[in-house]
Every structure is written in structure tokens, then in C-alpha cells.
């Protein structure tokens, strides 16, 4: 494992689910004061990462559309790929995001798949977020509901004991129960993203090829910032981002026929599984700020 030494004050954060429980958290993060989020996307595209300044920190966050579902239309691999390009140079967070149910076969094949493309390592990086907290039993706490299940609880145990619940319909203005306030749950979920941080001394996960996605994109922003001098460095940084929709994916895979499956397939040998597409590479890299190295 590579580590590499710089200021990185920004915040990546994925956000992995099935559709539905991804823009549950999603929404619920906009809702919250914290995230009253500039929206950033292409015109005539589902928006998939925002970002806002929040304590003189950036912080996006990137929904990727669909991760766990059993199958995924060509529209939202498209929107996938686009949600990859947020990531470069690597997130500093992962989100699993589950319902408040029973840990289903179909759940515990994901987590085993996103271990085998990214290595168990970026567990390190994860924390749960369960939503539909409204079917947990009254008086209940969420790792009460972890602890129930043995492949939950050794799920959670992985990511640092790092989970918490939410809940999009009944808990937006409790005033009763502390706990059952999605205002306090977000609260302790950016916590947990700190935490996530500092354990892992400043770095964020990220692999070969994201680094060379991002590579490509810093070229870019030098390209945008010499022919727009007025330009603010972030409008020029989303300029930039815009160019893996043609030229850099076009460099980085020669041959792209247009699939999202072959891109995948193209760039990373471990990839592809017949229901899930992900962005890895056999290389792991921690990369560090100044802090100092992450572990080995």
C-alpha cells in the first residue's frame, strides 16, 4: 500500500444503497442545515453529487444511483460513471446505507462483493446508516438492532462500530426523543465522518486509476484556468470534471464502445460480476495529508 503526504481539507463522502434507501439519506442530508446544498450537475441529468462549504470544509457528497440494486438500467450506469468521476482522487467516506430490516442474502453479497473489488480495507472508511428508523420497537436503539443479527453486528464491528439511523417520514421534528431526531442522527454522522478521517490520518481511499482520473482532470483545470482567466477555482474544477464524459475516458480506454459494463470491464480486471459495477483496481492506495501516512 502506497501513502502519499499533502492538505486535503475536502470531504468526498459515497453513499452506497439500493435507490430508494441512497435518497432517503440523501434528502434527509439536504434537509439538514449543515447541507443546504449547491446543486451541481449537467442539465437534462439526475444530479448526483452536491457539495457545500460547511466550517471553511468542503464537503460532497455523491450519491451513486442504484449500487445495490439486483440490476441497473443503462441510464443509471451512465449515471454511476458520472458519480465516479466525483470520487477522484478518492473518497474519504463510504455511507452503506441498509433499511431498518431483516439483513437479507442479497444485502450480505454486496457487502462481500464491494470487499472483494476494494479490498476489506475500505471498511476502515465505512460507517451503516439504516433508514426507516420508525420500525425499529419503541425504545429500541439501533445497534440494539444490530446486535440481533450476527452478520450485521460483524458488518458494523468492521466499520469501527461506526452506525446510525434515520428516518424520512416521522422523525423530522421530534422534539420528544432525542435519539429519534434525525437532526441529532446527522449530527453524530458527521462525527463519525471526522472520526473516520483522523483514524485514518488524514487520508482517503482511493486506487491507480482514480488517481489517474484525477490526473487528467488537474490537466484539465490548468487548461480551463489558461483560456478562462476569470474563472473561480471552483467553477473551473467543475469545468474539468465534465471532460471524463468524452476525452479522458476516451485516453484512459482506448476502445470504449459506450458501455459502462465494458469501461468496467477495461478498467479493472477484478471489476465486472454480473449485477454489480464498481470503479477498483488491484492497486490500493491510503493517501495521506499532513498529517502523516496512513497505516500500512
Known amino acids: 500500500m502506497n501513502h502519499y503526504c499533502f492538505i486535503d481539507s475536502a470531504r468526498r463522502i459515497v453513499v452506497l444503497g439500493k435507490t430508494g434507501d441512497g435518497k432517503s439519506l440523501t434528502n434527509i442530508l439536504r434537509g439538514e442545515p449543515a447541507f443546504n446544498i449547491d446543486h451541481y450537475a449537467s442539465s437534462g441529468t439526475r444530479e448526483c453529487h452536491e457539495t457545500k462549504t460547511v466550517d471553511g470544509r468542503s464537503l460532497t ?9 439486483p440490476s441497473r438500467s443503462e441510464k443509471l450506469e451512465h449515471e454511476m460513471l458520472s ?12 455511507l452503506i446505507v441498509l433499511k431498518a430490516e431483516k439483513f437479507t442474502e442479497h444485502e450480505k453479497a454486496v457487502i462481500a462483493q464491494l470487499c472483494e473489488h ?6 476502515k472508511y465505512a460507517a451503516v446508516v439504516f433508514t426507516h428508523g420508525d420500525q425499529l420497537p419503541e425504545g429500541m436503539k439501533i445497534k440494539d438492532f ?4 450476527e452478520a450485521l453486528s460483524d458488518l458494523v464491528t468492521k466499520c469501527g462500530s461506526r452506525c446510525h439511523v434515520i428516518d424520512n417520514k416521522y422523525w423530522k421534528n421530534n422534539q420528544e426523543d432525542e435519539y429519534r431526531s434525525n437532526k441529532f442522527q446527522v449530527a453524530e454522522l458527521l462525527n463519525s465522518i471526522e472520526d473516520i478521517v483522523t483514524e485514518n490520518n488524514g487520508g482517503y481511499y482511493t486506487n491507480e486509476k482514480l488517481q489517474t482520473l484525477e490526473t487528467e482532470i488537474q490537466k484539465e483545470e490548468n487548461r480551463v484556468r489558461k483560456s478562462s482567466e476569470n474563472l473561480s477555482q471552483e467553477e473551473i474544477r467543475k469545468q474539468a470534471k465534465n471532460l471524463p464524459d468524452c476525452r479522458t ?11 459502462f459494463t465494458h469501461i468496467a470491464s477495461r478498467f479493472g480486471p477484478d471489476l465486472v460480476s454480473s449485477r454489480h459495477c464498481w470503479l477498483t483496481s488491484g492497486m490500493i492506495r491510503c493517501m495521506s495529508s499532513r498529517y502523516g501516512p496512513g497505516p500500512a
Do not use: K, Q, R
Open 61 to 69: 457528497l455523491i450519491d451513486t444511483p442504484g449500487f445495490f440494486d
Open 83 to 94: 458519480c465516479i468521476t466525483e470520487c477522484a482522487p478518492g473518497p474519504h467516506a463510504f
Open 118 to 123: 476494494f479490498s476489506e480495507d475500505v471498511l
Open 146 to 149: 444490530v446486535n440481533e443479527s
Open 249 to 259: 475516458w476516451n485516453s484512459l480506454l482506448p476502445g470504449w464502445d459506450g458501455s
